[in-house]
């Protein structure tokens, strides 16, 4: 049976009446695309001829409205097949053709054959088959009358069909490739092996069904026995309770003899095992002994359990009581940190000077020390160096971008997911509670109105404190007063001032040029070479620590026994001064990768190819490339061999090249400043324009700048004042300005009414401090005097209104990125000499430092009116620094 629309089944039944017949053809239609009609090429050909036996109307609703249909119950009696069709609409009316079988076709042995297998598999499927309407149980019913006695149809053409119909799960193209099967035989097989089919589907239901009921048994009887289990052993420790101590010293005994295998699998007896052996302290005991009640009353089932086990493990895994010895044989840390690091003599001696009073003492606290310095000067490579010299193990906690405490300090229990902070989780990861943990950029630590991380840092990094830190998560006192901490920070302002005064800060200052070019040679190249594959690590006593990070990436038996690769000391030098513009070392490190990374694919055998024009030419500059390339090699030993002059060809065009000559112009002045990625220089720009005498001041600028701006400006105009009107000016100064004293109106503003605007270039950049006096000074004077300022000096220093050049900071940042940028001279003040002696390296090739104490020195220099041939002799307050003085290097105090 099936349902059609009133409409169609009307219009079926006055086709019917009036051609005198109650025989319909029913075809299937072919699968098409959701939202396509079908049409006639999408209808089968083959189909069943059938007779209409009944119809009934009926209503029901779809997608929530009332529909009317009629359900047509009819008998199918032959198959036939589509010649030639006649009308499509209102309904398909089609020239077809009958099957007939032939009735010898229905009696040979094969057909026979068939007809038993396919009867026989049926039976299997019935067997296979659950006592329940399934396909089997289904298909043998419509084969049975009135009696419960299966009878087989006779014809094998009625059999084959009537399996076909009433096996489940058939898809209609097998449905359709039945039907289309006429000789007997044939469809005799195809049924069959259907049959088969359903028949194997069946037994591997079944053994699924098994399965799975057999695990859901065990599970029960699983869950069954372990409340069991927790009955019983709940009633043991009632038992034992009431027997006294006796039965505890029983237990204990054994414990420590017997071993009893059922309570080892016992968790709670291995948590109590576990807290025994942690030897924590008296308080985190009575805790731990309070949850592990509270665990034993608890379901295993409930959420709660976990928690609370999850508590206990943690408190068992704490390295309360263990801690690594420390390596206090100092020579061989002295070699361990000379090797890992050139230069930083100040954390070098520091580090010392703690394994000598662990070494006499015993038991002193781990100092906090914090490592202030620009980007890439080996901050946190130096605390994994650290931790090899002390001989203890190393964990680095990245603080950047933190923001809220309990990443530090941990989430109380009573919150979801809680879990330890990262400090607790670093001591359970070391298993010692003496490592060395490295706080990575602590200066990016975010805070705001809601979260402020710093504040939980001032207990963590207070050596008075931190004996007994509580993260909130165990809720009990740990000792990290053992723990060596070291921090790194970029920027000390950022740093709230009560933690940086529980810190102990260490500059680490940018490096030279020969510094640079030192660790290039001595650490960043055969780190390289052997992360290239271009050299075999050397195995000595004390390896630096980037040898061992390099052994555990590339296996040594892969690498050469001599190195591929040799750079000359004036190709890196190259590198430093024209390929890179930093006060640390990362690009050049960059820059040394990329000349290993060429130096891998040339003795690789590939050779960049040469471009040609369309005419096949190839220009000059890629030949000029080629034939430079072709003098590194490789030789015969297969070594390549880099200079300064093949570096263009290969690592690009230079980056950097000084030239302040240029921007040296009439209001400009150039001096230093430091920044959080290290020194560099300041131009400050001023220029005039007709107006009302306004003073503007642009480039971000803080407070402290836009004073120091107003104090140049009137500082100009008092000196010249009293140099006109009351003849007090110094012969310095006077010497200076002698020409414009003479065309000036001392009674009137030596700037008229002129506008002035004093820029600080890079204005998308905060600027502030107190540094910008002096430069600001002579800009201005440049404006007034329309003379250039010397293009080869840098100065920094603030000034006073009367004059005086009053001392600054980060000097060892400015004299050095002066020194980067290829100034000859810098102006420093007097009163900063001591600094220069302490943090200068010994030897600044092409920089002369002169120290000034009042501004009338600056401009007698900066103008021309003094030169630096020597020192002068019997100036009053003239000094020469012996340890900072070379042949090319002369310091002043006065010029």
Known sequence: SFQISPQAFA???????????????????????????????????????????????????????????????????????????????PFPVATIKLHQEKPDELQNDQVKALQQAVQQAVMDLYQESPQSATQGDVLLRSLAGASKKTR???????????????????????????????????????????????????????????????RSEDELREVVLKRQLMALQKEMRRLKGKAGKRADDDAEEKEAGEGDEDEEEDEISVLREALRKAQMTPEAQKLAQRELKRLQNIQPQHPEYTVCRTYLETLSSLPWQISSDDALDLSTANDILEKDHYGLEKVKRRILEFLAVQKMRGDMKGPILCLHGPPGVGKTSLGRSVAKALGRKFHRIALGGVRDESELRGHRRTYIGSMPGNIIQALISMKVNNPVILLDEIDKMTRNAHFNPSGAMLELLDPEQNHTFKDHYVNTPFDLSKVLFLCTCNDLNTIDRPLLDRMEVIELSGYTVEEKIHIAMTHLLPKQRILHALERPPTHAVNPSYMDEAKDQVPPDKLPQQPRLEISKAAIQHLVTKWTMESGVRSLERRLAQL?????????????????????????????????LAECGPDGQGILRVDAHHLPHIVGAELYEPDLAERLSVGVSMGLGVTSTGGQLLFVEASR???????RVTGQLGEVMKESVST?????????????????????????????????????????????????????????????????????????LNKPVRDDTAVTGEITLRGHVLPVGGIRDKVLAAHRAGVAHVLLPYANLRHAKDELPPSLDGVELHFIKHVDEALAWAFGESEPSAVPTGAEDSTVVPPMATPEVVVFSKL
């Not at 030419?617 to 490339?625: G, K, N």
């Not at 009293?722 to 030596?750: C, H, I, W």
């Not at 502030?768 to 404006?783: M, V, W």
């Open 11 to 89: 219009e079926v039944a006055n086709f019917c009446e009036t051609h005198e017949s109650a025989h319909i053809g029913i075809l299937a239609q072919k699968p098409v695309s959701t939202g396509d009609a079908a049409g006639p090429e999408d209808i089968h050909i083959v189909g069943t001829y059938c007779r209409i036996a009944s119809n009934a109307h009926s209503a029901g609703k779809v997608n929530g409205k009332e529909v009317s249909f009629v359900t047509l119950t009819v008998e199918g009696l032959q198959r036939f097949e589509v010649l030639d069709l006649q009308q499509t609409e």
């Open 152 to 214: 087989w149809p006779a014809s094998p053409s009625l059999l084959a069909d009537t399996v076909a119909a009433g096996l489940g799960q058939m898809t209609l193209q097998e449905r359709q490739q039945v039907l289309e099967t006429f000789p007997v035989a044939d469809r005799l097989q195809l049924v069959l092996e259907l049959v088969k089919k359903a028949v194997e589907v069946q037994k591997m239901s079944k053994e699924i069904s098994a399965k799975v009921q057999k």
């Open 596 to 628: 290993c990374r060429w130096a891998a694919l040339r003795l690789a055998g590939e050779s960049p190819t040469l471009q040609t024009s369309e005419d096949g030419q190839v220009s000059e500059a890629d030949r000029a490339a080629a034939e430079a």
């Open 689 to 695: 324009s007709k107006g009302s005498g306004q003073l």
């Open 712 to 784: 140049a400006m009137s500082l100009l105009r008092s000196k010249i004042y009293n140099a006109k009107l009351r003849n007090t000016g110094s012969d310095q100064f006077t010497r200076v300005f002698k020409q414009f004293l003479e065309s000036v109106d001392a009674s009137k503003d030596p700037f008229g009414n002129d506008d002035i605007h004093v820029h600080f270039p890079a204005g998308a950049i905060p600027k502030d401090g107190p540094s910008a006096g002096i430069t600001t000074t002579l800009a201005l004077a440049s404006l007034l």
